[in-house]
């Protein structure tokens, strides 16, 4: 079967969406089906064409209409932001004759609905990836206005939910969404995927000038509770240096967020004098990622109860796992809890309790046998029940069924 992902996210070149991505890609290959990526964009520029370019990567095939970032200036990124879904939908007509199935993978309404429209008119079988509540999360300044996200959200309600045939969803909790809102919609839930199988590596003796943290991805409030996290970091720090005379230090790949929020953390560490042991990083190659990963004191994953956490999945959570490190998961009856357990294969805590994370920081420190258990249980969890290959025969089936 021949079966294209059509994106508006990064590919190949990316985090989480596209890891996810390529996840459902290789899962298919292995069940011989034929995988290719067609996305509006790329985090970098590859060498070569600028505008539809073709390459492949793990066996997978992918076209790139923009070859690039769409972020080399405001009017650039404003005009590729209007133009690139007129350009991926007149691609997409002008190839329909190339794929037999149609994995969408979009956030924005318009898109999700002129897609499934045109492919549907032609016979197409379409999926609909879900991976958010829709309009649940944070977004644009437009869609922070009071009345914009419950319009769009009732249009995805009322006028996509009932069009898309069939879907794939991250949590249980979209999954029963899906079956109030589309009941004859055909669904399958597939957890966050691991693109690698973890590997064991052994535990590193801990550089007493080189403890942190490490936190992927931009800052946010309302995903992250990324303040109750930064608390738990100065805590934690002067709690270390206390006992035992080390400094800890929060890594992060990059600081963007909301500028009162950002001015609230530098408050927070400049007020405990800690603003010179918090670094960024930058970009981050997958392998360098991995290796921040591996070498962290703990990973920390704080979901504040709220509409977008009670529903999604936290699309860091496999990797942390897989690191082999412990993960501390400071949440309250969402979709990972369901895979987790206290002190077995991950610290939990609740929600935005930055003393109970700083807590569970100092823990890993002080009893490295027992943070070295649970990271490894962890990573055996992250193997057994989110390695993209375990899927495999599920998603392959879902796709003959439709």
Avoid at 135 to 151: C, D, H, M, N
Avoid at 251 to 273: D, G
């Amino acid at each position: 079967m021949r079966i294209r992902i059509v994106t508006n996210a990064d590919y190949p070149d990316g985090h989480a969406a596209t890891s996810r991505m390529r996840c459902y890609a290789k899962a298919l290959i292995l069940e011989g089906h034929q995988v290719s990526v067609v996305s509006t964009r790329n985090a970098v520029q590859l060498p070569g064409k600028r505008y539809l370019y073709s390459g492949a990567q793990e066996d997978v095939n992918f076209t790139l209409l923009r070859n690039g970032p769409s972020n080399s200036g405001r009017l650039s990124r404003y005009l590729w932001a209007y133009l690139s879904p007129i350009a991926l939908l007149t691609y997409t007509v002008a190839t329909l004759r190339r794929s037999d199935v149609f994995i969408l993978y979009f956030n924005t309404a318009w898109t999700r609905f002129a897609m499934i429209t045109v492919l549907r008119l032609f016979g197409k079988k379409v999926v609909l990836e879900l991976n958010e509540y829709p309009y649940s999360a944070e977004g644009s300044r437009l869609t922070r206005l009071p009345f914009v996200r419950p319009l769009l959200r009732q249009f995805v309600f009322r006028a996509i939910f009932p069009i898309a045939p069939n879907f794939i969803v991250i949590s249980k909790a979209l999954e029963h969404l899906v079956a109030t809102r589309a009941p004859k919609a055909a669904t399958l839930q597939v957890p966050i995927l691991a693109e690698d199988r973890p590997v064991q590596v052994p535990w590193p003796d801990i550089d007493k000038n080189d403890i942190y943290i490490f936190h992927a991805g931009t800052l946010s409030e309302q995903k992250d509770g990324i303040y109750a996290v930064f608390k738990a970091f100065t805590r934690a720090h002067h709690e270390l240096f206390e006992r035992h005379s080390v400094r800890l230090k929060f890594l992060l790949t990059n600081n963007m967020t909301q500028p009162e929020l950002w001015a609230r953390i530098n408050e927070l560490l400049v007020r405990n004098n800690v603003e010179d042991y918090v670094a960024v990083t930058g970009f981050c190659s997958d392998d360098e990622l991995d290796q921040y990963l591996r070498g962290a004191l703990a990973l920390i994953v704080n979901k504040p109860k709220n509409l977008q956490n009670d529903h999604n999945f936290p699309t860091k959570l496999t990797k942390y796992l897989a690191s082999g490190r412990p993960v501390i998961l400071a949440a309250e009856k969402t979709e990972a809890n369901r895979f987790l357990d206290d002190k077995v294969n991950a610290i939990t805590v609740a929600p935005n309790d930055s003393t109970a994370i700083s807590e569970a920081l100092v823990h890993c420190f002080e009893n490295p046998a027992a943070a070295r258990e649970i990271g490894q249980a962890g990573s055996a969890v992250c193997e057994e029940r989110f390695f993209y290959a375990r899927h495999a025969q599920r998603l392959s089936e879902f796709m003959h069924s439709l």
